[in-house]
């Protein structure tokens, strides 16, 4: 049809998107015409910032790669992951969810370590850290056999895919539920870590003069066949970005109870206090069990890198 005004221009491509077969397509793509066009006419976009967005979605493109995917982090970065994520978990979003992020950490393979066992595997600096985790279904019955995979920062701040001096696969480890559906392991207390800024995310950031760091968190991934994968994160709630998540991923459900013990026998011989315990139950939703596509691959070489740490303005 030929177009007759800024108005009819709304009207010519949704007449044409009618001719879609899938009607999930059409429906999809009728919604994003809609509020992309109405999105221009509320802000008055003008043909310089039209340039402006083409060029940013190119660079998010140009940013990616096998080990950094920049997409990822700017859809965090507008809450949008978190917002499909509570979409589609926890009674379609009705009730509260075990369920979290992913993030661009997870690797496949992590070593297997019997309960009980630590995840410490080179010497990382930081406080002791004791913890129990419970997997239960809908019932409250004990997931039992599950594959549990969990990984975190350094109190460095770095994973040790990003960091040469951590040994391969340091805080990262795979723990079999046992018949009371629980995990036990010693680790270190993790601590916050900013997020890459070298590319049009950090652009973004700085523009809104918003901070890049994610609050200290533990990364949790289980899977049993018949129960949908839980991917998950427990934060700390002693740090001091858990209300401003670069990423939006605290929700008041994931905040952990990390107890710090000054005194009192440790749970090992070695341990001096501070230490930190941390319990926790997760709730799996009956479903598919399917591991999602890792990632990340591989480990950085070389030097250890430096990530800058935006500060978020007043
Ligand atoms: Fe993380």
Sequence with gaps: ??????????????????????????????????????????????????????????????????????????????????????????????????????????????????????????????????????????????????????????????????DPVQADMNLRGKFITDDKGHIAFRSVKPAGYPVPVDGPVGDMLRALGRHNMRPAHLHFLAAKEGFKTLVSQVYAPDDQHLETDVQFGVTRHLIGDFVRHDSGPAPAADVTAPWYSLAYTFVMESGRSQLPRPPITDKARGERPQIERLTASA
Excluded at 48 to 59: G, L, M, N
Aim: charged share 15%; aromatic share 8%.
């Design 1 to 162: 049809m030929i177009v007759e005004n800024q108005q009819h221009v709304t009207t010519a491509v949704l007449a044409e998107l009618e001719r879609a077969k899938s009607p999930r397509l059409k429906e999809i793509m009728m919604a994003l015409v809609r509020h992309l066009h109405a999105f221009a006419r509320e802000v008055k976009l003008t043909e310089q910032e039209f340039q402006s967005a083409v060029a940013y979605i190119v660079a998010l493109g140009k940013h990616t790669n096998e080990s950094h995917n920049e997409a990822v982090l700017m859809s965090g970065s507008l809450g949008f992951s978190t917002l499909v994520c509570l979409l589609n978990n926890g009674n379609n979003g009705q009730t509260e969810t075990s369920q979290n992020l992913l993030g661009p950490f997870w690797r496949m393979h992590s070593p297997t370590t019997p309960n009980g066992g630590s995840i410490v595997r080179s010497p990382t600096p930081g406080p002791a850290l004791f913890v129990d985790a419970w997997f239960k279904d809908a019932a409250g019955k004990p997931v039992v056999g599950a594959e549990v995979d969990v990984w975190q920062s350094s109190t460095e701040g770095y994973y040790e895919n990003q």
